[in-house]
């Protein structure tokens, strides 16, 4: 197993999702080379809940990288998990479009895509630069 699977699937294991019961974990590999995980985090304010790619962003920065060079997904399911359209567009704004996005299974399948390909057309930095 890779060290990205390895570290979703131990964010994986970690989740808080008592109420949906669905476990998600994430880790991305940064530019520099290192490995950050998140884990989803339920609320019973359903919407104050939190997806595994957000909380491994936010790992990300705090540890002070802000370029995806992939990103690895895992849940639970006989179809691939994919990042919800909030979180594409969270992992966008530390990518490039060809940024590998890893969708995996527990069993270790996985199947690669890029951010660009699940988020055609994405709001980006140069929107604002135009302004
Ligand atoms: N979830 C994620 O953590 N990431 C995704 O990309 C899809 C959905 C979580 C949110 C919620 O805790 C649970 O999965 C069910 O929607």
């Given at each position: 197993?890779?060290e990205?699977f390895t ?6 294991d970690?989740a808080y ?6 476990h998600?974990?994430?880790?991305i590999?940064?530019k520099?080379?290192?490995v ?5 985090v339920e609320n019973v304010a359903?919407?104050?809940?939190t997806?595994?790619e957000a909380?491994?962003i ?13 990103i690895l997904?895992?849940a639970?399911s006989d179809q ?6 909030g979180c594409?567009?969270?992992?966008l ?6 940024t590998p996005?890893i969708?995996?299974r527990?069993n270790?399948?996985?199947h690669e ?10 709001f980006?930095?140069?929107?604002l630069?135009?302004?």
């Amino acid at each position: 197993m890779s060290e990205l699977f390895t570290a979703a699937k131990a964010a994986f294991d970690r989740a808080y999702a008592p109420y949906s019961k669905f476990h998600v974990g994430a880790a991305i590999r940064a530019k520099s080379g290192r490995v950050y995980s998140g884990c989803n985090v339920e609320n019973v304010a359903y919407p104050e809940g939190t997806c595994a790619e957000a909380g491994a962003i936010a790992a990300m920065v705090n540890g002070g990288d802000t370029e995806i060079a992939e990103i690895l997904v895992i849940a639970d399911s006989d179809q691939w998990i994919t990042p919800c359209g909030g979180c594409r567009q969270k992992i966008l704004e530390f990518s490039t479009p060809d940024t590998p996005v890893i969708l995996a299974r527990l069993n270790g399948e996985t199947h690669e895509t890029s951010i660009g390909k699940i988020l055609p057309g994405g709001f980006d930095k140069s929107y604002l630069a135009e302004g």
